[in-house]
Nanobody, 125 residues
Framework: QVQLVESGGGLVQAGGSLRLSCAAS????????MAWFRQAPGKDREFVAS????????DYADSVKGRFTISRDNAKNTVYLQMNSLEPEDTAAYYC??????????????????WGQGTQVTVSS
């Protein structure tokens, strides 16, 4: 079993950048497909990005393509989400997720078994 802890959230102005980190413990993150989801107040949790075990395959929600980049450092047991050109619509709690399923990436919540507690990102206009 793996435990996930997100960090790096905060308050930023529109157009700014943040980098979120997801630190894994208990088991090597290299065993898992990883993803980021987000949930804005009053809305359902939605997919943001996913990355394969090797990092060679990634997938993004259309709303973040070209602005966000997911990456991983298996040696550091950490997954990242670099967020550039942030918009007020990106305001949400961001969650890291992991799955041991076979495959490369998944863009739906039920695929992921392990979840972090989330980190808040607030983008002011």
């Amino acid at each position: 079993q793996v435990q996930l802890v997100e960090s790096g959230g905060g308050l930023v102005q529109a157009g700014g950048s943040l980098r979120l980190s997801c630190a894994a413990s208990g088991r090597s993150v290299s065993s898992y497909i990883m993803a980021w989801f987000r949930q804005a107040p009053g809305k359902d949790r939605e997919f943001v990005a996913s990355i394969s075990r090797s990092g060679g395959t990634t997938d993004y929600a259309d709303s973040v393509k070209g602005r966000f980049t997911i990456s991983r450092d298996n040696a550091k047991n950490t997954v990242y989400l670099q967020m550039n050109s942030l918009e007020p619509e990106d305001t949400a709690a961001y969650y890291c997720a992991a799955t041991g399923r076979g495959g490369f990436t998944f863009n739906y919540q039920k695929a992921y078994r392990y979840w972090g507690q989330g980190t808040q990102v607030t983008v002011s206009s």
